[in-house]
């Protein structure tokens, strides 16, 4: 079983940055794939991006060339660098942890409790 717990949200206006952490818990952090969802008010939770154990990723095409997802597993964290951020990026982003590589929420079975990200226009 794994902990998660995001840090890194805020206000920030269109075309600036933020970087994401999700720091979790437990010694096998490595054997999980993570991802990152987001869900805006009123829509469903959609994919963000994900990386395996061994770096391979995987993103969704409204971010691709933008975000970039990363691990550090000596220090049982993963990370979304969010760059020319748009409005539209306006959500709560979650972290999750999964055996498997997937787009789809239902897949993962861990979840942390999410952090707002706002970007003002």
């Known amino acids: 079983q794994v902990q998660l717990v995001e840090s890194g949200g805020g206000l920030v206006q269109a075309g600036g940055s933020l970087r994401l952490s999700c720091a979790a818990s437990?010694?096998?952090?490595?054997?999980?794939?993570m991802g990152w969802f987001r869900q805006a008010p009123g829509k469903e939770r959609e994919f963000v991006a994900a990386?395996?154990?061994?770096?391979?990723?995987s993103y969704s095409d409204s971010v691709k060339g933008r975000f970039t997802i990363s691990r550090d597993n000596a220090k049982n964290t993963v990370y979304l660098e969010m760059n020319n951020l748009k409005p539209e990026d306006t959500a709560v982003y979650y972290c999750a942890a999964d055996y498997a590589l997937s787009s789809f929420s239902r897949d993962y079975d861990y979840w942390g409790q999410g952090t707002q990200v706002t970007v003002s226009s």
């Open positions: 437990g010694r096998t952090f490595k054997s999980y794939v």
């Open positions: 990386i395996t154990w061994s770096g391979r990723t």
